[in-house]
């Protein structure tokens, strides 16, 4: 088991010569065999071993008890040792926290604390990493979660995650090396339990190697993950610009995927799949999400970006439509003209790209009327058989930074035109049409 232990370290780089080892204690036998193994294993790493322990001060005598087994046994092997004592009761709820959570939170930070400068050495074991896998299953996700525990993150390292719980008892039991039990371990009150004693029991019915050969197909796992890694960092690279990342359009939607995860991550912004898949839908067809208060992903074909809007409506505009020019935005006018069909046909064969529309004045019933958007909005386009919501239409077809400042025409049945959408079916020219207004949106 030492091999397979120091081999462990080597491939993962976990220790170089020189190097300090903070063995996280609880006095399990995990902890302890990970102790004992690199102690064994100091003269040939070239390193030095210390050991942590914190007390969540949960079980009463008991926690005061594991305490003590931890600062006796590292006095008999001459390890530096280290206590740490936390109120986890307290910090849950005043945080909200289930107990596991606040147990861990803490603990985590003592660790942090005490190994400063060092590599801080975990106990996590092979069925820790298989339960790790199942409990991200259940939750949902992706081949990062399926991957388990990282046996390197930072400076925190698993030495012993390839090694199964019964190597581990085999390892003590060879050095007649006693070890404590954690009473909570034995319930099924926390979701790791049940995993640990129902689950993954009635999988070693079907594979009584499960555990074994989980090891190896985390191995593939992570060998498969750390390429989409690289491809991500060579894509975040070329496309992050700021607070933005452009060009996402030209790699793979994994890739993809995982830089707006990045982006995400960077803000501490929590993203589910969906999410991200919605965030990618941004990039192809615009739009935008909230993600907190007034903080929105927004996106436009090629563009993805963080930006701080305000959520405040913006004031309803309204004003008859004039023959000329008609303002109701600063900086942006609407010009109409009256024209004639062959000056509409010939406008029509330069202007393909429809920057220019045209109503039959004909056909607009009662009083046209400029005006900027307002809720409920429809309209049944020229050529289509059924009326749609514009607010549907601009989630699709009009940026974001334009959105604002849209002009809408109506008359006494409803919308005749929409910027950057067309004009309605009611008030299209046609073969008859003969008085003609012309529609032209200006930027100043």
């Not at 102690?39 to 390193?47: K, N, Q, T, V």
């Not at 289930?98 to 603990?107: D, G, K, P, V």
Request: net charge neutral; glycine share 6%.
């Amino acid at each position: 088991m030492l091999d397979k232990i120091f081999g462990t370290i080597q491939k993962y780089h976990m220790l170089e010569k020189g190097e300090t080892a903070v063995c996280g204690l609880s006095g399990g036998a995990d902890s302890v065999c990970l102790l004992l193994a690199l102690r064994e294993l100091a003269p040939r790493l070239g390193i030095t071993v210390e050991a942590i322990h914190v007390n969540h001060c949960l079980r009463g005598e008991e926690s005061d008890r594991d305490e003590e087994f931890c600062r006796d046994l590292c006095r008999r092997l001459q390890v530096p040792f280290t206590a740490v004592r936390c109120d986890v009761r307290s910090f849950a709820q005043e945080n909200g926290l289930s107990t596991e959570e606040a147990a861990r939170e803490l603990r985590y930070k003592a660790f942090a604390e005490n190994s400063a400068g060092k590599k801080l050495a975990t106990a996590h074991n092979a069925g820790d990493d298989l339960e790790t896998a199942l409990l991200n299953l259940t939750r949902g996700t992706a081949l990062r979660g399926m991957c388990g525990i990282p046996p390197v993150r930072g400076s925190i390292i698993r030495p012993l995650l390839a090694v199964t719980r019964r190597e581990i008892e085999d390892f003590l039991k060879q050095r007649q090396q006693p070890f404590v039990i954690d009473s909570t371990n034995l319930s099924n009150d926390y979701t790791r339990n049940k995993l640990r004693h129902i689950v993954i029991p009635a999988l070693e019915e079907i594979n009584g190697s499960v555990i074994e050969t989980s090891v190896r197909s985390f191995e593939a796992m992570r060998e498969e993950n750390a390429l989409i890694e690289e491809l991500t960092d060579q894509a975040w690279a070329k496309c992050r610009q700021g607070d933005s990342l452009v060009g996402l359009d030209q790699f793979h939607k994994v890739i993809r995927r995982r830089c707006i995860a990045r982006l995400l991550a960077e803000r501490s912004l929590p993203y589910s799949y969906e999410r991200l898949i919605q965030a990618e839908q941004l990039c192809e067809k615009g739009g935008k999400i909230c993600l907190s208060g007034d903080l929105f992903l927004v996106g436009e074909p090629g563009r993805l970006s963080l930006k701080q809007l305000t959520n405040e409506p913006l004031p309803y505009l309204e004003k008859e439509l004039a023959i000329g020019e008609n303002c109701l935005f600063q900086g942006k006018i609407l010009l109409c003209e009256e024209v004639d069909r062959d000056e509409m046909e010939k406008i029509c064969s330069v202007n393909k790209k429809l920057t220019i529309q045209f109503l039959d004045h004909d056909k607009i019933k009662g009083r046209a009327v400029l005006r900027s958007r307002k809720f409920g909005d429809r309209i049944r386009l020229a050529g289509r058989d059924h009326s749609s919501s514009i607010k549907k239409l601009i989630n699709e077809f009009i940026p974001p930074d334009r959105r604002s400042t849209l002009h809408f025409i109506e008359d006494a049945q409803g919308t005749i035109f929409a910027e950057g959408l067309g004009v309605s079916q009611s008030a299209a020219p046609d073969q008859s049409s003969k008085r003609l207004l012309k529609i032209t949106v200006v930027n100043l």
